[in-house]
């Protein structure tokens, strides 16, 4: 089992209102900032999984996005895997 | 002007309590997803800024974090710049 560096990025899906976006270039503009196109706002999330190897590790991770990390309906996601430095793995 | 693609990433800073990241921890346990280590909930932030140069476009989305995208008290955060595609900035 090696422990590997799970970081999952969720969005929101392109078309689907984002009134947290909004909300964030809105309060961009009133502190003066200029030029900030359409903003959107998402969730980066962390951990460590003990797994066989890189492709099971990805497996897990895709599946806790289906069925917990991200909203299918609404919420677009991707899974980055990074082996610890110095394994064999 | 060139729009650059700015992704901020906001992260609990380590060592502060991070009850969202305990939530999800605890979530996929329930689930039955084995080997997950401490969870860290964080937030992505991703928007077009037009600015004159590369240098330019990080300063002010630096700036942007210490004002209101990132709590410094509690948060970390990197900001990524990412030139447009065939631009000649």
């Given at each position: 089992m090696t422990e590997y560096g799970i970081e999952v990025r969720v969005t929101p899906r392109r078309?689907?209102?984002d009134p947290q976006g909004k909300a964030v270039g809105g309060a961009l503009s009133s502190l003066g900032?200029?030029?900030?196109?359409e903003v959107h706002v998402g969730r980066l999330i962390v951990f460590g999984l003990a797994a066989e190897s890189e492709a099971d590790a990805r497996e897990r991770a895709d599946a806790m996005c289906r069925q917990l990390?991200?909203?299918?309906v609404t919420e677009d996601y991707q899974v980055a895997v990074r082996a610890p430095a110095g394994s064999a793995a």
């Open positions: 078309g689907i209102l900032f200029d030029g900030v196109g990390l991200a909203n299918p």
